[in-house]
Structure formats: C-alpha cells, structure tokens
C-alpha cells in the first residue's frame, strides 16, 4: 500500500532555532501534501496545503513566515519551523495524495489521504 | 463541507463487535464519509470509506443510512490493537485531502 515517511520522528532543539521536517511519499507521486499540528489531547489541525512547484496555501492563523513549507518535487515536502519557541513543541503529522481523479487503491478512486507517523517536536 | 458529530468515547470488550456511530445530518449527494483511526501517537490510519453503498474490507465494515445522514463504523471483532480515536469525516471530491478533523471517538478496547 501507499507510504508516507516522516523523518524525523522525534527533534528536541533550542529555542530560537529552526528545524526541518521531511516528508516523503515512498511509492506513489503526492502532487498535493498536507501539514496538521497537533497538541496533546486535542484533534489535528490543518496548518496549509503544499502544492508541488507552487506556493504553499496555509489556514487562517497560521503564520507562514514561521512555518516554511517547500514542496520541490512530486514525493517530498519539506516543513521548516523557524526560530522555534516552546510554544511551537507538538505533533507535526503530514498527508499526502495522489492527482486527483486517480487513486492508489485498488479499487478506489476517491484521493484517499495517506498519512505520515508524525514527528514530535519539543522545543526547550 | 457537512458536519460530524461522534460520541466522546466509548468501550468495547475484546473479540466483541465494535459499533461506532457517526452523524452527518447535512450531508450533501457527493460527499463521502471517510472513517479514520489514530493510535496514540501515531499518523492517522485509513479504514474505509462510502457514498450511498455499505462497504466491507479487511479491517472493517460501513454502514450508511439510505438517507445518508448517519452511520456506523463496524469493527467485527475488536482486539486491543484496535485502541485508538476514531474520526468520521465528511468530504467532497473537490477538495479531496483537505480534512478537517472532528474531536472522534476515543475506543478503548479491555480484555
């Protein structure tokens, strides 16, 4: 089935740094990623959407010169948190999908949204 | 895109059959209902998804109402690797991918 790779895992950093988080669609071409954050006991949240070759979309709130989004290929999207402070530390989950109108699914045909392990960010 | 509404949580007894309920009173004619999981922290998990049909796999089984405005997530015979937060979610095939999650279900499946 359709993965998507999340590295790292886990990032524990300073504040005031940055930290990149990658995320990988291993066999199949994600034209179209999404990044959701989410804090402890609480649902996830959809932070903006990553078109490859294009500029990200990001949701009311979201400050998108903090949060870097590079999309420059058809299976990476990359998630750059700058001058991160502790308010930043949560669960950054991305979901990537195939062009629309297809599937990989055998059977589908309705863009499922494949989701990443997560990365788990703690700023100090 | 429609609404959901999820019970906050509920339990369910090993190798019993696990109903989730979910409703979704203003659906629209084109819009799927997606059911997803997430295990403690974990990527949400796909399990199924139907427009009008019931549909089946190898994880689970949907149950939609004719009038579409509800349905049930059927897990046949939950084990605790089946402790997790189920979302129900409503989509159109326009802005397939841009979910919106709901609080879900908090599953909790005891021995």
């Known amino acids: 089935g359709a993965v998507v790779s999340q590295h790292p895992s886990w990032v524990i950093c300073k504040s005031g740094t940055s930290v990149k988080i990658e995320c990988r669609s291993l066999d199949f071409q994600a034209t179209t990623m999404f990044w959701y954050r989410q804090f402890p006991k609480q649902s996830l949240m959809l932070m903006a959407t990553?078109?490859?070759?294009?500029?990200?979309?990001?949701e009311q709130g979201v400050e998108k010169d903090k949060f870097l989004i590079n999309h420059a290929s058809l299976t990476l999207s990359t998630l750059t948190v700058t001058s991160a402070h502790p308010e930043d530390s949560s669960f950054y989950i991305c979901?990537?999908?195939?062009?629309?109108?297809?599937?990989?699914?055998?059977?589908?045909?309705?863009?499922?949204?494949?989701f990443g392990e997560g990365s788990r960010l703690t700023v100090l | 895109d429609a609404k959901t509404t999820q019970p906050p949580s509920m339990d369910c007894a090993e190798g019993r059959a696990a109903n989730l309920p979910c409703n979704h009173s203003?659906?629209?004619?084109?819009?799927?209902v997606y059911w997803y999981r997430q295990i403690h922290s974990q990527g949400p998990q796909y399990i199924i998804h139907g427009l009008k049909n019931n549909e089946t796999n190898e994880m689970a089984s949907l149950i939609i109402t004719e009038d579409r405005k509800s349905s049930t997530l059927i897990l046949p015979h939950a084990t605790l690797r089946d402790t997790a937060v189920y979302y129900c979610?409503?989509?159109?095939?326009?802005?397939?991918?841009?979910?919106?999650f709901g609080a879900g279900t908090q599953v909790v499946v005891t021995p």
């Open positions: 203003t659906i629209s004619g084109n819009e799927y």
């Open positions: 979901s990537a999908r195939g062009p629309v109108g297809t599937s990989v699914i055998k059977g589908a045909n309705t863009g499922e949204l494949f």
């Open positions: 990553s078109n490859e070759g294009s500029k990200a979309t990001y």
């Open positions: 979610i409503v989509k159109s095939p326009s802005s397939w991918g841009k979910f919106q």
